[in-house]
C-alpha cells in the first residue's frame, strides 16, 4: 500500500521522524492550533516528542499521518491524521491542522479525497469521524458542505487547561452518497 498521495497541488506525504522541523514550524504557528484545544509548541523538542509518538502509534495500527506540502512552493502548509482506529468497528477520527491562508473548502476537499479514499477503499473504513469546536467560523460549516454529516454534539468530552471542551461530531460514512458521488467524479 502506498501511503504517500498527491493532488494537482499538494504531496501528501507520510509523516516521518525527520520532519521535525517543518511540523514545529506548522504547530507553533498559534493560527493552526486556535479551534483545538491545545497549545502551539514553543521549542522543537516538542515536535520531536509528536514525531515519535506518530511513529509509535502508527507502528502499533493506532493512527497515520500525513503532511501536507505544496508541489510549488516545497512548503508545509498542514498535517492531517486518522487516528483512533477501531479496526472492529471500521472507523477512525480525521484530524486536520492547516495553515489559514489554506482553510477553504476547495482545498480542505482536495487534501481530504486521497486520504478518505486510503481509508474507505485501502483500509476498509465503514465511517470517519471528525471532532470540530463550534467556536471555529469555518470548518463546521465546510465539512457539512463537504458532505460530511452533523451527528451532535459531545459536551464536556475533553478537558484542557481546567476547561470542559464541548465537540461537535460530523461523520462520512463508506457508503454515503456524498462519497460515493465524489468517487464518481474523481474528486470531492
Known sequence: MDWNKKTDQYFIRFAHESDITPMYELLADPEVVRYH????MVVEAQAMDEARRMVMQFEAKEA????????????VIGRIALKHFNWV???????LDIKPS???RDNVAEILFPVLCLAFEEL??????WLLLKED????EMV????FHHDGQLPSFFEFEGQWIDY??????QNDQSWQSALLADKL
Do not use: C
Open 37 to 40: 484545544p491545545k497549545n502551539a
Open 124 to 129: 476498509a473504513l465503514h465511517r470517519i469521524e
Open 137 to 140: 467560523p469555518v470548518m463546521p
Open 89 to 95: 468497528q471500521g472507523t477512525a477520527e480525521l484530524q
Open 168 to 173: 461537535q461530531i460530523y461523520s462520512l460514512l
Open 144 to 147: 457539512a458542505d463537504i458532505g
Open 64 to 75: 497515520a499521518f500525513w503532511l501536507i506540502e505544496e508541489k510549488v512552493s516545497g512548503d
Open 102 to 104: 489554506a482553510r477553504n
